[in-house]
């Protein structure tokens, strides 16, 4: 039996795109929201079966991985978050770097010298990695227009992953990847496909209406955007995040989402400009952690928010 594990998102997608155009293979498909990265622990698989992973950490994944090489099982992987020590083990075949610049996707075309490159620059603008999808698309020779065609599917293949669970998405990224797969030419697939017409008109919907959402700081050095419990906030506010930090990278930008039980779910992006502390900064609140330009709290209670807001304020003055 063969599994195909992959993110949920546009370098997922991409990825696996990449490697079964190379190579076809019929496999079990595995992956969810964005967000779901343990999707290892849905595997079971020894001696005889193939495992090809994309774009999920090899650390947070670490019991499964074991468990799945320890039975028997071959592990191709392919990634560029941490992954602390690999393990010595004869079935695993590891593609890590986690190179600023690098995503799973550019790994792949650089494993397949490059024969699916539209591809793979359409997943590193999708990971929001703008310079080097631009630097990886140069031996394309596209003119702007087109250069623009591959930001705009890897930006929309990448906000369908955004949800907290599958139902605030509009496809399974399984399905979407089935969509994606009956096209080898990606601006094929941009202008005929289904898929890209209903993703890019719920795009411009949800950006609308996050773009309206009040601010509850706004200030030089930071702002803070308030997003309702809704399905369209669930999947606009990653790349809602990512379009402010573009469009102001002296800022510090603080994404708060209503959550069913009153609690708030916040993504912080440090500023472009100076990408410290959004760590350090989360990591004071319960259920909080990430990176230091990109970090997050899960669940900061009600009666936490102000101090947050007023933390947030003071570290990015
Ligand atoms: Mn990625």
Request: charged share 25%; aromatic share 8%.
């Amino acid at each position: 039996m063969n599994y195909d594990v992959f993110n949920g998102d546009a370098d997922g997608i991409c990825a696996l795109h990449q490697l079964r155009l190379a190579e076809e293979r019929e496999a079990e498909l595995v992956t969810g929201v964005k967000r779901d990265i343990r999707l290892l622990s849905r595997v079971q698989a020894g001696a005889g079966d193939a495992l090809t992973v994309l774009d999920i950490s090899f650390d947070a994944n670490r019991d499964d991985a074991l468990r799945l090489l320890d039975a028997g099982a071959r592990v191709q992987w392919f990634d560029h978050h941490y992954a602390g020590e690999l393990p010595e083990a004869a079935g695993l075949e590891a593609h890590i770097d986690t190179a600023a610049g690098v995503c799973t996707s550019l790994l792949v075309s650089r494993h397949l010298d490059d024969a699916y490159l539209p591809w793979a620059v359409a997943a590193a603008f999708g990971d929001n990695l703008h310079e080097a999808a631009r630097a990886a698309a140069a031996p394309l020779g596209l003119d702007d227009a087109a250069l623009s065609r591959l930001e705009r599917l890897g930006t929309l293949l990448n906000y369908n992953g955004y949800g907290v669970s599958l139902d605030d998405l509009f496809f399974h990224p399984a399905e979407l990847y089935r969509q994606v797969y009956a096209f080898e030419d990606a601006f094929a697939f941009i202008e005929q496909s289904e898929a890209m017409r209903v993703l890019a008109e719920g795009f411009e919907a949800d950006m609308a209406r996050a773009r309206e959402a009040p601010l509850a700081l706004d200030a030089p050095g930071c702002a803070a955007v308030t997003l309702p419990d809704e399905p369209w906030a669930r999947r606009v506010s990653g790349v809602y995040a990512n379009e402010l930090a573009r469009a102001h990278p002296e800022r510090a930008h603080a994404l708060a989402m209503k959550l069913p039980d009153g609690c708030w779910r916040i993504s912080v992006r440090a500023p472009r400009a100076n990408p410290e502390g959004a760590d350090e900064l989360c990591r004071r609140f319960p259920t909080g952690g990430g990176r230091a330009a990109a970090a997050g709290i899960n669940a900061l209670p009600a009666d936490m928010y102000d101090d947050f807001l007023a933390a947030f304020r003071e570290r990015y003055p």
